[in-house]
């Protein structure tokens, strides 16, 4: 008979926040889809088109930042399987996302990540991105100087939200063999995200 009061569970949040982006991912691909396949004749096709780009904007923004805690949340995983909880609690947990997805490696197998790297790309960008939504400031510009991709959280930006957690846990697989990947195929499945 099981104990409850013995019986231990891992719990993380990586994998169910990985299936929240992936899924916001693609109802921003569809939004993309309807937006793009609009003619702009009249105001009303201007108004439909407005709404879809505001839309694909929110859907971005929540791939971006739940695409952070991904990654956040799965080297953190990684780091309290390889070492003790206390140890990582005192000595590594306070060090920045992109500091730990370098040494964290480093400390287990030797080698980190690549910083000539795309994956190495994608994720100083997320993690500016990231940085920039949740700790947003309130700016005044002109319309004429809005610019696409520094005023704005563009598909641009969700795709390579996505992109960044599955290169990144595919290049930590690559100098770590132990590293669980099924949790990436299973983000598209997940009926509670």
């Not at 993309?32 to 009249?42: K, N």
């Not at 980190?112 to 994608?122: E, I």
Request: overall charge neutral; charged content about 25%.
């Amino acid at each position: 008979m099981i104990n409850p009061d013995q019986t231990e569970i891992t719990l993380n949040s990586h994998q169910t926040f990985y299936s929240i982006a992936y899924r916001h991912y693609h109802q921003m691909e569809q939004l993309v889809l309807a937006r793009d396949q609009r003619t702009l004749i009249s105001d009303e096709d201007v108004d439909f088109v407005c709404e879809k780009n505001a839309a694909i904007q929110r859907s971005a923004m929540v791939v971006v930042v739940f695409s952070a805690l991904a990654l956040e949340g799965f080297i953190n995983h990684y780091g309290i399987e390889r070492f003790s909880r206390s140890f990582f609690d005192n000595h590594l947990d306070n060090l920045k996302p992109i500091s730990k997805w370098l040494i964290l490696p480093k400390l287990v197998v030797g080698r980190q990540l690549s910083t000539d790297g795309q994956s190495y790309v994608l994720l100083r960008r997320l993690f500016r991105l990231r940085n920039k939504l949740v700790h947003y400031k309130t700016q005044k510009k002109r319309i004429s100087d809005l610019i696409e991709d520094k005023d704005w959280v563009t598909e641009r930006h969700a795709r390579d939200a996505i992109q960044a957690v599955d290169a990144l846990v595919q290049e930590l697989k690559s100098l770590d063999p132990t590293v669980d990947t099924s949790w990436l195929l299973k983000a598209g499945t997940d009926p509670y995200a």
